[in-house]
């Protein structure tokens, strides 16, 4: 059997283009750009990006297979021990045009430690997927964590609430007070082979997560892609799309890895979009749409509580049997 590394390399490539092509049929207009790159030290990848398109002002999905030494720098920011790596993964983003319209975002991964004699010492498993709106709608995000919920619950029925709660404690804005940068999803890392949990299992188990993004995610753009706003609506989404900048280049583990590891700079940036404002103290309206967001994203909540029509659970139900 082939190994796990030659396995997932061959998982995140299929998947990537199979992401594309669902968010091209979606947008009717553009399509994806894609440029392959070689790292120096070992590895590369595959970048596609799409701009300007009916629906995503820009939106990106790369995929990577880097290897190397670990450098000292590393071994300091990352806490690796170990003489060579190899890290291979999916990361996308899609920021949408209309401000009804969340950004999503998801990453899953795959890293192997090894000695100087090359044997492996250790390996992991890292992902998950997350939910920026800019307007809330709570049906919206029940949607989304049932479908993240749907694809978990197989492994675990702990395994959700687990990685939900790690996901509203990474996904936020620790200089600032904790705000979360959405209304979460799930978020989990380090997962290594284990009795209970070997590494066959974990292989599904990241599949199973990777594969359901999708339907989580484009029925809601379909819901909302027609939603009439106006400037204002533009000027708040551009307020939040800057707290969004902000985690990406102060805190996420994803974009530290990349240029700590002399990853292309131009795919790790990818993620920022296209479009933000940095306003000096920006309070929006007491008792606003934009302040209802604001308060959310200071308090995490558990959606899958919220109370939601029989047809709309029966909706999502048929959208998630796929995941």
Known sequence: MESIKIRFGKHIHQLQDVICKAFEQ?????????????RPGGGGGRTRVIENGALFEKG?????EVKGEVTAVMKKQLQLEGNSFYASGISLVMHPFNP?????????????LYDEANQMIDCWFGGGADLTPYYLF?????????????????????????????????????HRNNEMRGIGGIFY???????????EKLFSFQQSNANCFINAY?????????????EQNKYWQEIRRGRYVEFNLIHDRGTIFGLKT??????????L???????????????????????????PKDWLNIEVSDEEKDEWARRSNTC
């Open 138 to 174: 709570e049906e919206d995000a029940v949607l989304f964590h049932a479908a993240l919920k749907n694809a978990n619950d197989p492994f675990g029925k702990e395994l959700y609430p687990k990685y939900k709660k790690w996901c509203d404690e990474y996904f936020a804005n620790r």
């Open 189 to 199: 890392d380090h997962m290594r082979p284990a009795e209970n949990f070997d590494i």
């Open 60 to 64: 990106g999905v790369n995929i990577s």
């Open 26 to 38: 979606a947008d009717g207009l553009a399509v994806f750009k894609e440029e392959k790159w070689e």
């Open 218 to 230: 484009l029925p809601i753009v379909e819901k909302r892609k027609n939603a009439i706003y106006n």
């Open 273 to 299: 979009p296209p479009t933000v404002r940095f306003d000096y103290n920006y309070q929006p309206g007491v008792g606003s749409e934009e302040e209802k967001l604001l308060r959310v994203c200071l308090h």
């Open 262 to 271: 002399n990853g292309r700079t131009e795919s790790i940036l990818m993620s």
């Open 100 to 112: 009804f319209t969340p950004t999503m975002h998801a990453n899953f991964r795959y890293f192997e």
